[in-house]
């Protein structure tokens, strides 16, 4: 009987080694699997202009877009995107539907529990709009009380929460602005260059309320442990901004670098 029990024990020993080291071996060969399929698949909410959007062709487009490929190209690979809402983002990450997000991501502690960041890929800020006639002119004292509207899974709710406000949560940015207009919400915050690119698509009668709440950064996004993939990803990106290439697709889409 014991001669049997040492070999059940033996058997169910074995057998989770080998489930931990091919978990292991799934994490380290990450970068090494992208390369050998040829193709990296990349998370992208496509509702974020003018970062990344579809346009009337239906075809996606925007800042992260020409950054994705141009990292793709610098790889060797061909790249397949995977529209996503922003809401289940980070569960498609975590459950392997696409191996990175590019997809204007603040670094965050809170998200960092969970996933890892390149280095910063770009620098921006939060901002509070209002429409031009709105009561709103002080951020700090004028927001109590105020309806805000913020993007479902953002950092800004957070920031409303600080000010006073009640936080109204959206599917997406236009969604938030159109409701503003229509007098549904006092004001809404999200990316400064996300509300002034939505005001000036839209023709909408609406302004930015003050300077930028605070800097943000955003970060390509990885499951955790993959060292190869995001260091890869960090020297592209470092060659970008080095031979111009970064300069040439952010003027495109801001008329100004918004790395550093």
């Known amino acids: 009987m014991k001669k049997y029990l040492c070999i059940f024990i033996l058997i169910i020993v074995a057998v989770l ?7 292991n071996s799934n994490v380290k060969d990450a970068l090494e699997k992208i390369k050998k399929d040829g193709v990296i698949k990349v998370g992208i909410e496509g509702a974020y202009p003018p970062f990344n959007f579809y346009n009337s062709k239906n075809e996606l487009e925007g800042f992260d877009v020409d ?12 790249v397949e995107f995977v529209a996503t809402p922003w809401d289940s983002i980070i569960g498609g990450l975590l459950s392997k539907k696409y191996e990175i997000i590019i997809s204007s991501m603040a670094i965050t502690e ?16 939060a901002q509070l709009f209002t429409k031009s006639n709105s009561n709103i002119k002080n951020v700090e004292t004028d927001v109590k009380g105020k309806k805000i509207g913020v993007t479902t899974g953002t950092t800004f709710t957070d920031e409303v929460i600080r000010l006073g406000g009640e936080p109204v949560l959206y599917k ?16 809404t915050i999200t990316d400064k260059a996300v509300g002034g690119n ?32 995001v260091n ?29």
């Open 17 to 23: 080694s080998a489930c931990g080291s091919s978990d």
């Open 67 to 78: 950054i994705t490929n141009e990292i793709g190209k610098r790889m060797g690979l061909n």
């Open 110 to 125: 809170d998200r960092k529990k969970k996933v890892d960041f390149t280095e910063p890929y770009y620098y921006t800020g």
């Open 172 to 187: 997406s940015d236009l969604l938030s602005f159109q409701d503003m207009m229509n007098g549904r919400i006092d004001g």
């Open 198 to 229: 939505i005001i000036l698509e839209n023709g909408y009668d609406a302004i930015p309320v003050g300077n930028v709440l605070y800097d943000e950064t955003a970060g390509i996004t990885v499951n955790k442990n993959q060292e190869g993939l």
């Open 232 to 260: 890869e990803i960090n020297k592209h990106i470092k060659d970008m901004v080095k031979d111009g290439t970064y300069d040439e697709i952010s003027k495109k889409w801001f008329g100004r670098s918004v790395y550093k």
